[in-house]
Protein backbone atom coordinates (compact mmCIF):
# COMPACT_ATOMS: atom_id res chain seq x y z
CA UNK A 1 0.00 0.00 0.00
CA UNK A 2 2.65 2.58 0.84
CA UNK A 3 4.84 1.23 -2.20
CA UNK A 4 1.56 2.22 -4.05
CA UNK A 5 1.19 5.53 -2.83
CA UNK A 6 4.84 5.87 -3.25
CA UNK A 7 5.20 5.09 -6.83
CA UNK A 8 1.72 7.17 -7.40
CA UNK A 9 3.83 10.43 -6.27
CA UNK A 10 6.47 9.77 -8.16
CA UNK A 11 4.17 9.68 -11.83
CA UNK A 12 2.17 12.53 -10.22
CA UNK A 13 5.21 14.20 -10.07
CA UNK A 14 6.63 13.32 -13.30
CA UNK A 15 3.46 14.40 -15.11
CA UNK A 16 3.30 17.81 -13.32
CA UNK A 17 6.93 18.38 -14.47
CA UNK A 18 6.25 16.92 -18.07
CA UNK A 19 3.41 18.98 -17.92
CA UNK A 20 5.39 22.37 -16.79
CA UNK A 21 7.67 21.46 -19.05
CA UNK A 22 5.29 21.61 -21.75
CA UNK A 23 3.92 24.93 -20.89
CA UNK A 24 7.38 26.29 -20.54
CA UNK A 25 7.97 24.85 -24.27
CA UNK A 26 4.59 26.25 -25.68
CA UNK A 27 4.82 29.85 -24.02
CA UNK A 28 8.91 29.79 -25.75
CA UNK A 29 7.41 28.75 -29.12
CA UNK A 30 4.15 31.49 -28.46
CA UNK A 31 7.20 33.86 -27.70
CA UNK A 32 8.98 33.07 -30.48
CA UNK A 33 6.08 33.41 -32.76
CA UNK A 34 5.42 36.98 -31.17
CA UNK A 35 8.95 37.74 -32.01
CA UNK A 36 8.90 36.27 -35.63
CA UNK A 37 5.65 38.64 -36.19
CA UNK A 38 6.82 41.33 -34.39
CA UNK A 39 10.17 41.17 -36.51
CA UNK A 40 8.08 40.62 -40.06
CA UNK A 41 5.68 43.16 -39.04
CA UNK A 42 9.49 45.80 -38.70
CA UNK A 43 10.37 44.02 -42.39
CA UNK A 44 7.30 44.97 -43.97
CA UNK A 45 7.11 48.67 -42.08
CA UNK A 46 10.89 49.29 -43.35
CA UNK A 47 9.87 48.34 -46.88
CA UNK A 48 7.18 50.41 -47.01
CA UNK A 49 9.11 53.49 -45.44
CA UNK A 50 11.87 52.75 -48.73
CA UNK A 51 9.18 52.20 -51.28
CA UNK A 52 7.13 55.70 -49.72
CA UNK A 53 10.25 57.40 -50.59
CA UNK A 54 10.51 56.51 -53.97
CA UNK A 55 6.43 57.46 -54.08
CA UNK A 56 7.92 60.64 -52.89
CA UNK A 57 9.86 61.36 -55.71
CA UNK A 58 7.52 59.88 -58.68
CA UNK A 59 4.69 61.79 -57.16
CA UNK A 60 7.17 65.15 -57.00
CA UNK A 61 7.92 64.87 -60.76
CA UNK A 62 4.22 64.47 -61.44
CA UNK A 63 3.77 67.56 -59.55
CA UNK A 64 6.33 69.60 -61.25
CA UNK A 65 4.75 67.76 -64.68
CA UNK A 66 1.29 68.31 -64.07
CA UNK A 67 2.13 71.96 -63.08
CA UNK A 68 4.25 73.06 -66.34
CA UNK A 69 1.37 71.50 -68.20
CA UNK A 70 -1.59 73.39 -66.58
CA UNK A 71 0.96 76.58 -67.33
CA UNK A 72 1.23 75.64 -70.68
CA UNK A 73 -2.44 74.71 -70.99
CA UNK A 74 -3.13 78.30 -69.60
CA UNK A 75 -1.03 79.70 -72.35
CA UNK A 76 -2.67 77.78 -75.49
CA UNK A 77 -5.93 79.52 -73.88
CA UNK A 78 -4.79 82.86 -73.65
CA UNK A 79 -3.36 82.18 -77.21
CA UNK A 80 -6.58 81.09 -78.98
CA UNK A 81 -8.06 83.89 -77.23
CA UNK A 82 -5.21 86.55 -78.57
CA UNK A 83 -6.02 84.86 -82.04
CA UNK A 84 -9.66 85.37 -81.98
CA UNK A 85 -9.51 89.22 -80.62
CA UNK A 86 -6.82 89.70 -84.16
CA UNK A 87 -8.78 88.05 -86.06
CA UNK A 88 -11.92 90.28 -85.39
CA UNK A 89 -9.12 93.10 -85.99
CA UNK A 90 -8.31 92.20 -88.80
CA UNK A 91 -11.72 92.39 -90.43
CA UNK A 92 -13.01 95.20 -88.84
CA UNK A 93 -9.13 96.70 -90.51
CA UNK A 94 -10.33 95.24 -93.74
CA UNK A 95 -13.85 96.23 -94.00
CA UNK A 96 -12.49 99.67 -93.07
CA UNK A 97 -9.80 99.61 -95.71
CA UNK A 98 -12.84 98.67 -98.40
CA UNK A 99 -14.55 101.60 -97.31
CA UNK A 100 -11.49 104.29 -97.62
CA UNK A 101 -10.72 102.29 -101.09
CA UNK A 102 -14.60 103.20 -102.16
CA UNK A 103 -14.21 107.13 -100.96
CA UNK A 104 -10.28 107.25 -102.83
CA UNK A 105 -11.89 105.74 -105.95
CA UNK A 106 -14.93 108.17 -106.08
CA UNK A 107 -12.32 111.11 -105.40
CA UNK A 108 -10.07 109.90 -108.33
CA UNK A 109 -13.00 109.70 -110.74
CA UNK A 110 -13.86 113.15 -109.66
CA UNK A 111 -10.50 114.28 -110.00
CA UNK A 112 -10.21 112.42 -113.39
CA UNK A 113 -13.40 114.02 -114.65
CA UNK A 114 -12.12 117.66 -114.13
CA UNK A 115 -8.61 116.33 -114.79
CA UNK A 116 -8.92 118.31 -118.09
CA UNK A 117 -10.25 121.62 -117.34
CA UNK A 118 -7.01 124.04 -117.37
CA UNK A 119 -7.33 125.00 -113.66
CA UNK A 120 -5.16 128.45 -114.29
CA UNK A 121 -7.95 129.26 -117.21
CA UNK A 122 -10.59 128.63 -114.55
CA UNK A 123 -9.47 130.76 -112.26
CA UNK A 124 -8.56 133.78 -114.97
CA UNK A 125 -12.04 133.35 -116.32
CA UNK A 126 -13.48 133.75 -112.53
CA UNK A 127 -15.16 137.78 -113.35
CA UNK A 128 -15.99 137.81 -109.42
CA UNK A 129 -13.59 137.98 -106.88
CA UNK A 130 -16.15 136.08 -104.25
CA UNK A 131 -16.62 133.11 -106.65
CA UNK A 132 -12.74 133.25 -107.31
CA UNK A 133 -12.58 132.85 -103.77
CA UNK A 134 -14.91 129.86 -102.98
CA UNK A 135 -13.16 128.09 -106.31
CA UNK A 136 -10.03 127.99 -104.30
CA UNK A 137 -11.63 127.23 -101.08
CA UNK A 138 -13.47 124.18 -102.87
CA UNK A 139 -10.48 122.92 -104.73
CA UNK A 140 -8.52 123.67 -101.53
CA UNK A 141 -11.01 121.41 -99.61
CA UNK A 142 -10.43 118.74 -102.31
CA UNK A 143 -7.15 118.22 -101.83
CA UNK A 144 -7.02 118.28 -98.23
CA UNK A 145 -10.28 115.94 -98.33
CA UNK A 146 -8.41 113.73 -100.69
CA UNK A 147 -4.67 113.65 -98.63
CA UNK A 148 -6.38 112.79 -95.22
CA UNK A 149 -8.17 110.06 -96.86
CA UNK A 150 -4.89 108.80 -98.22
CA UNK A 151 -3.33 109.20 -94.69
CA UNK A 152 -6.48 106.96 -93.19
CA UNK A 153 -5.90 104.69 -96.07
CA UNK A 154 -2.13 104.35 -95.67
CA UNK A 155 -2.73 104.22 -91.42
CA UNK A 156 -5.11 101.33 -92.00
CA UNK A 157 -2.37 99.30 -93.84
CA UNK A 158 0.06 99.85 -91.46
CA UNK A 159 -2.12 98.42 -88.79
CA UNK A 160 -3.66 95.56 -91.24
CA UNK A 161 0.01 95.12 -91.63
CA UNK A 162 0.66 94.96 -87.68
CA UNK A 163 -2.22 92.67 -87.20
CA UNK A 164 -1.21 90.07 -89.89
CA UNK A 165 2.22 90.00 -88.11
CA UNK A 166 0.90 89.50 -84.32
CA UNK A 167 -1.02 86.51 -86.48
CA UNK A 168 1.98 84.71 -87.75
CA UNK A 169 3.78 85.10 -84.14
CA UNK A 170 0.95 83.74 -82.60
CA UNK A 171 0.08 81.29 -84.76
CA UNK A 172 4.04 80.35 -84.34
CA UNK A 173 3.83 80.51 -80.87
CA UNK A 174 0.56 78.19 -80.17
CA UNK A 175 2.60 75.72 -82.81
CA UNK A 176 5.26 75.74 -80.03
CA UNK A 177 3.07 75.42 -77.12
CA UNK A 178 1.11 72.59 -78.89
CA UNK A 179 4.33 70.49 -79.31
CA UNK A 180 5.30 71.69 -75.14
CA UNK A 181 1.69 70.26 -74.45
CA UNK A 182 2.66 67.15 -75.61
CA UNK A 183 6.00 66.87 -74.49
CA UNK A 184 4.98 67.88 -70.70
CA UNK A 185 1.86 65.03 -71.36
CA UNK A 186 4.18 62.55 -72.36
CA UNK A 187 6.47 63.26 -69.37
CA UNK A 188 3.56 63.32 -66.82
CA UNK A 189 1.76 59.79 -68.37
CA UNK A 190 5.68 58.32 -68.18
CA UNK A 191 5.75 59.11 -64.59
CA UNK A 192 2.37 57.99 -63.85
CA UNK A 193 3.18 54.70 -64.92
CA UNK A 194 6.46 54.79 -62.75
CA UNK A 195 4.25 55.53 -59.74
CA UNK A 196 1.58 52.90 -60.68
CA UNK A 197 4.51 50.44 -60.24
CA UNK A 198 5.51 51.75 -57.16
CA UNK A 199 2.47 51.64 -55.42
CA UNK A 200 2.28 47.81 -57.04
CA UNK A 201 5.65 47.03 -54.96
CA UNK A 202 3.58 48.54 -52.02
CA UNK A 203 0.45 46.86 -52.17
CA UNK A 204 3.12 43.40 -52.26
CA UNK A 205 4.93 44.62 -49.31
CA UNK A 206 2.37 45.63 -47.20
CA UNK A 207 0.05 42.63 -45.99
CA UNK A 208 -1.01 42.62 -43.04
CA UNK A 209 -4.10 44.38 -41.30
CA UNK A 210 -1.06 45.01 -38.44
CA UNK A 211 1.51 46.43 -40.96
CA UNK A 212 -1.58 49.13 -42.03
CA UNK A 213 -2.42 50.27 -38.81
CA UNK A 214 1.21 50.81 -37.71
CA UNK A 215 1.46 52.56 -41.54
CA UNK A 216 -1.98 54.62 -40.60
CA UNK A 217 -0.26 55.86 -37.13
CA UNK A 218 3.24 56.60 -38.19
CA UNK A 219 1.28 59.04 -41.02
CA UNK A 220 -0.79 60.48 -37.87
CA UNK A 221 2.27 61.13 -35.91
CA UNK A 222 4.54 62.67 -38.84
CA UNK A 223 1.19 64.91 -39.88
CA UNK A 224 1.31 66.35 -36.11
CA UNK A 225 5.16 66.68 -35.93
CA UNK A 226 5.12 68.72 -39.48
CA UNK A 227 2.07 70.82 -38.46
CA UNK A 228 3.90 71.56 -34.58
CA UNK A 229 7.18 72.23 -36.82
CA UNK A 230 5.75 74.81 -39.72
CA UNK A 231 3.26 76.37 -36.33
CA UNK A 232 6.61 78.09 -34.94
CA UNK A 233 8.05 79.12 -38.31
CA UNK A 234 4.52 80.69 -39.28
CA UNK A 235 3.53 82.17 -36.17
CA UNK A 236 6.29 85.00 -36.82
CA UNK A 237 3.93 86.68 -39.52
CA UNK A 238 1.86 89.34 -38.65
CA UNK A 239 -1.61 88.27 -39.74
CA UNK A 240 -5.14 89.05 -38.24
CA UNK A 241 -7.39 85.74 -38.35
CA UNK A 242 -10.52 85.43 -36.81
CA UNK A 243 -11.06 81.72 -37.49
CA UNK A 244 -14.23 79.92 -38.45
CA UNK A 245 -16.70 79.87 -35.57
CA UNK A 246 -18.83 82.48 -37.22
CA UNK A 247 -19.12 80.54 -40.89
CA UNK A 248 -20.28 77.28 -39.27
CA UNK A 249 -22.50 75.97 -42.74
CA UNK A 250 -21.13 78.63 -44.70
CA UNK A 251 -17.56 77.82 -45.81
CA UNK A 252 -16.62 76.96 -49.41
CA UNK A 253 -16.91 73.67 -50.60
CA UNK A 254 -13.29 72.89 -51.09
CA UNK A 255 -13.49 70.87 -54.61
CA UNK A 256 -15.64 70.01 -56.88
CA UNK A 257 -16.99 66.49 -56.66
CA UNK A 258 -18.99 64.04 -54.84
CA UNK A 259 -18.66 64.27 -51.40
CA UNK A 260 -18.12 61.22 -49.13
CA UNK A 261 -19.39 61.36 -45.81
CA UNK A 262 -16.14 59.54 -43.46
CA UNK A 263 -15.80 61.34 -40.56
CA UNK A 264 -15.80 59.49 -37.44
CA UNK A 265 -16.35 55.78 -39.65
CA UNK A 266 -13.76 52.81 -38.96
CA UNK A 267 -11.06 53.15 -41.10
CA UNK A 268 -8.78 49.98 -40.19
CA UNK A 269 -8.99 48.64 -36.73
CA UNK A 270 -10.11 50.72 -34.46
CA UNK A 271 -8.79 53.67 -36.05
CA UNK A 272 -11.33 55.84 -37.43
CA UNK A 273 -11.42 58.66 -40.27
CA UNK A 274 -10.73 62.49 -39.29
CA UNK A 275 -12.08 63.93 -42.29
CA UNK A 276 -14.26 63.91 -45.53
CA UNK A 277 -13.43 62.30 -49.20
CA UNK A 278 -14.15 64.33 -52.81
CA UNK A 279 -13.92 62.35 -55.43
CA UNK A 280 -13.46 64.73 -58.36
CA UNK A 281 -11.10 64.98 -61.74
CA UNK A 282 -7.89 65.10 -61.73
CA UNK A 283 -6.47 69.02 -62.50
CA UNK A 284 -9.26 70.60 -60.92
CA UNK A 285 -8.80 73.73 -58.78
CA UNK A 286 -8.72 73.12 -54.53
CA UNK A 287 -10.03 76.10 -53.11
CA UNK A 288 -9.27 77.72 -49.73
CA UNK A 289 -12.90 77.57 -47.74
CA UNK A 290 -11.84 80.86 -45.76
CA UNK A 291 -9.18 83.60 -45.21
CA UNK A 292 -6.19 82.31 -44.07
CA UNK A 293 -2.43 82.07 -44.44
CA UNK A 294 -0.33 78.62 -45.57
CA UNK A 295 1.05 76.58 -42.50
CA UNK A 296 2.08 73.84 -44.40
CA UNK A 297 2.74 72.98 -48.20
CA UNK A 298 4.75 69.67 -49.06
CA UNK A 299 4.66 66.10 -49.60
CA UNK A 300 3.48 63.96 -46.38
CA UNK A 301 3.23 60.59 -46.37
CA UNK A 302 0.23 59.15 -45.91
CA UNK A 303 -1.59 62.29 -47.58
CA UNK A 304 0.62 62.82 -50.63
CA UNK A 305 0.81 66.71 -52.05
CA UNK A 306 -0.50 68.45 -49.30
CA UNK A 307 -1.65 71.83 -48.02
CA UNK A 308 -2.55 73.23 -44.46
CA UNK A 309 -4.19 76.24 -43.83
CA UNK A 310 -4.50 78.43 -40.76
CA UNK A 311 -7.49 80.32 -40.10
CA UNK A 312 -6.57 81.49 -36.29
CA UNK A 313 -8.54 81.06 -33.41
CA UNK A 314 -7.16 77.45 -33.80
CA UNK A 315 -9.07 76.59 -36.90
CA UNK A 316 -7.01 74.76 -39.18
CA UNK A 317 -8.15 73.42 -42.71
CA UNK A 318 -5.95 70.30 -44.53
CA UNK A 319 -6.39 69.73 -48.19
CA UNK A 320 -4.95 65.72 -49.23
CA UNK A 321 -4.01 64.05 -52.26
CA UNK A 322 -3.24 66.66 -54.59
CA UNK A 323 -1.65 66.68 -58.01
CA UNK A 324 0.26 69.89 -57.82
CA UNK A 325 0.57 72.54 -54.68
CA UNK A 326 -0.14 76.54 -56.14
CA UNK A 327 1.00 77.89 -52.65
CA UNK A 328 3.72 78.00 -50.35
CA UNK A 329 4.18 78.20 -46.75
CA UNK A 330 3.55 81.77 -45.57
CA UNK A 331 1.27 83.14 -48.43
CA UNK A 332 -1.90 84.26 -47.10
CA UNK A 333 -4.96 83.05 -49.38
CA UNK A 334 -8.74 84.74 -49.64
CA UNK A 335 -11.65 82.29 -49.82
CA UNK A 336 -12.15 80.58 -52.78
CA UNK A 337 -8.43 81.41 -54.16
CA UNK A 338 -7.20 78.27 -55.70
CA UNK A 339 -4.37 76.33 -54.18
CA UNK A 340 -3.75 72.99 -55.25
CA UNK A 341 -4.70 71.10 -58.26
CA UNK A 342 -6.70 67.95 -57.32
CA UNK A 343 -5.22 64.35 -57.82
CA UNK A 344 -4.31 61.22 -56.40
CA UNK A 345 -0.93 61.79 -54.68
CA UNK A 346 -0.24 59.75 -51.70
CA UNK A 347 -0.80 56.40 -53.49
CA UNK A 348 -4.24 56.93 -53.95
CA UNK A 349 -6.29 54.59 -56.33
CA UNK A 350 -8.31 57.76 -58.13
CA UNK A 351 -8.29 61.18 -57.95
CA UNK A 352 -10.18 62.82 -54.61
CA UNK A 353 -9.48 65.28 -52.44
CA UNK A 354 -9.18 64.69 -48.45
CA UNK A 355 -10.25 67.16 -46.50
CA UNK A 356 -9.84 68.13 -42.76
CA UNK A 357 -10.90 71.01 -40.51
CA UNK A 358 -9.39 70.79 -37.12
CA UNK A 359 -9.81 72.76 -33.97
CA UNK A 360 -7.32 73.20 -31.67
CA UNK A 361 -5.46 70.06 -33.20
CA UNK A 362 -8.85 68.37 -32.44
CA UNK A 363 -10.55 67.36 -35.72
CA UNK A 364 -14.09 68.11 -36.03
CA UNK A 365 -16.48 67.15 -38.79
CA UNK A 366 -16.47 69.28 -42.27
CA UNK A 367 -19.88 68.35 -43.59
CA UNK A 368 -21.51 70.48 -40.58
CA UNK A 369 -19.08 73.11 -41.61
CA UNK A 370 -19.27 73.80 -45.13
CA UNK A 371 -21.78 75.12 -47.16
CA UNK A 372 -23.51 71.73 -49.27
Known amino acids: MVYSLFFGCILCCFFISNLKAQEQSDLESIQQQIKNKRAHISQQLEAAKKLQGNLKVVELQIAQSALELSKTEISLNDNRQQMIELRKQQKGYLTSLDAQKSVLAKQIRSAYM ?31 ARKSQIDNFNLLVKDLQKVNA ?57 LLEAL ?24 LMPAQGNLRKMFGR ?53 YGHNQALLKQAGEVVQAGEAIALLGQSGGQSRPNLYFEIRHKGKPINPVNWLKL
Open 166 to 222: NLIENQSDLKQLKSKQLEQQQTLTLNQINREKTLLSMQNAIESDEVKIAQLQINEKN
Open 114 to 144: TGNYDFAKMLLNQQDAANFERTITYYQYLNK
Open 228 to 251: TRAQQKVDKLDITLNGLSDFRGRL
Open 266 to 318: FRQGQIKWKGVVINGIAGNSVVAIHHAKVLYSDWLRGFGLVTVLDHGDGFMSL
